[in-house]
Nanobody, 121 residues
Framework: QVRLVESGGGLVQAGGSLRLSCAAS????????MGWHRQAPGKQRELVAT???????DYSDSVKGRFTISRDNAKSTVYLQMNSLKPEDTAVYYC???????????????WGQGTQVTVSS
């Protein structure tokens, strides 16, 4: 019964900024890697950024230097700070997390519902 709830999407002008949040709730023992993906109209879903439980990050080349992923383990929340936004960043953004719901159990991959980010030119 793990749920990921996203917020922070919206409409912004080119060059502007947005901060996305995704909070995990429910039966959770441990959260491993968390990340963000996006899917633009007519395109396949692509990886944007990931962050491990230890804080190591990785970014796609298209967002390096502009986006920053972070997490608050106490709040079971992952963030994506997006600066210098471009029209090509327009997409539905999804958060995901590898979660072990119970002690001794398996890890499972969970996804949020997605939040729309629209960058106008």
């Amino acid at each position: 019964q793990v749920r990921l709830v996203e917020s922070g999407g919206g409409l912004v002008q080119a060059g502007g900024s947005l901060r996305l949040s995704c909070a995990a709730s429910g039966t959770i023992f441990r959260i491993n890697t968390m990340g963000w993906h996006r899917q633009a109209p007519g395109k396949q879903r692509e990886l944007v950024a990931t962050i491990t439980s230890g804080g190591s990050t990785d970014y796609s080349d298209s967002v390096k230097g502009r986006f920053t992923i972070s997490r608050d383990n106490a709040k079971s929340t992952v963030y994506l700070q997006m600066n210098s936004l471009k029209p090509e960043d327009t997409a539905v953004y999804y958060c995901n997390a590898d979660i072990r719901p119970v002690v001794g159990g398996r890890y499972f991959d969970y996804w949020g519902q997605g939040t729309q980010v629209t960058v106008s030119s």
